[in-house]
T-cell receptor, first 113, second 112 residues
C-alpha cells in the first residue's frame, strides 16, 4: 500500500483564522479523499479530491469552508477556513477506494481556541 | 445518510480471551473493511472483504462478509494487550460511487 504523510501533525489555532493541511503520497493515485473525525466520533467523508477539477463535497460540507486543491496525482491540500472551536477535529486524507480498500494518513489533530 | 450499526460499543476483556464484533446495515455493500485506530494515529486497515460469504484471516484476526451483503463480523482470538484500540467497520456502497461509510467503532480494552 502507498505511504501517506500529512503536515502538520497537529496545530492549535485561533478562531477566525485558516489552516491548510497537506497530504503527500509516495506514488501516483487516482482517488484521494478527506475525512473529519470529531472528538470521540467516527470518520465522516468531507470530499473527494479530484485531480484537475473541483472537489466533490458531501452533504453538509461546502467549498467556502473547506477548499481543496489537487494539483497532481500525489498531493492534495485541505484548508479549514474561518475556524471556530467546533472545527476542532482530526482531519485525515486517504487514498484508494473505487471498489478497492482505502488507506489513511496519520491525521492532523486540530484544536481551535 | 447510510448507517452502519456496529456493536458492541466497547469491550473490557481478559488477556487471552476471544473477541467478536459486528456491523449490520439495511443497505447492501460491495466491500467491507475493518480498521484499527490507536490514539493519535490514523486508521490502519486490518482486513478487506470483497465477496459475499468471503471469510478472510490475518493472523489472529478473522472477518467475514455476510451472505446478504448487509453485515460483517470481526473476530480476534487469544487477545493480547496490544490489541487495545478502537476498531471500525466500513463499507463501500456501489450505488453511491463506492463512498466509504463507517460504523461508530468498538473500543477494546484488555486486562492483563
Amino acid at each position: 500500500s502507498a505511504v501517506i504523510s500529512q503536515k502538520p501533525s497537529r496545530d492549535i489555532c485561533q478562531r477566525g483564522t485558516s489552516l491548510t493541511i497537506q497530504c503527500q503520497v509516495d506514488s501516483q493515485v487516482t482517488m484521494m479523499f478527506w475525512y473529519r473525525q470529531q472528538p470521540g466520533q467516527s470518520l465522516t467523508l468531507i470530499a473527494t479530491a479530484n485531480q484537475g477539477s473541483e472537489a466533490t463535497y458531501e452533504s453538509g460540507f461546502v467549498i467556502d469552508k473547506f477548499p481543496i486543491s489537487r494539483p497532481n496525482l500525489t498531493f492534495s491540500t485541505l484548508t479549514v477556513s474561518n475556524m471556530s472551536p467546533e472545527d476542532s477535529s482530526i482531519y485525515l486524507c486517504s487514498v484508494g477506494g473505487g471498489g478497492d480498500a482505502e488507506y489513511f494518513g496519520p491525521g492532523t489533530r486540530l484544536t481551535v481556541t | 445518510g447510510q448507517q452502519l450499526n456496529q456493536s458492541p460499543q466497547s469491550m473490557f476483556i481478559q488477556e487471552g480471551e476471544d473477541v467478536s464484533m459486528n456491523c449490520t446495515s439495511s443497505s447492501i455493500f460491495n466491500t467491507w473493511l475493518w480498521y484499527k485506530q490507536d490514539p493519535g494515529e490514523g486508521p490502519v486497515l486490518l482486513i478487506a472483504l470483497y465477496k459475499a460469504g468471503e471469510l478472510t484471516s490475518n493472523g489472529r484476526l478473522t472477518a467475514q462478509f455476510g451472505i446478504t451483503r448487509k453485515d460483517s463480523f470481526l473476530n480476534i482470538s487469544a487477545s493480547i494487550p496490544s490489541d487495545v484500540g478502537i476498531y471500525f467497520c466500513a463499507g463501500q456502497l456501489a450505488r453511491e460511487g463506492n463512498k466509504l461509510v463507517f460504523g461508530a467503532g468498538t473500543i477494546l480494552r484488555v486486562k492483563s
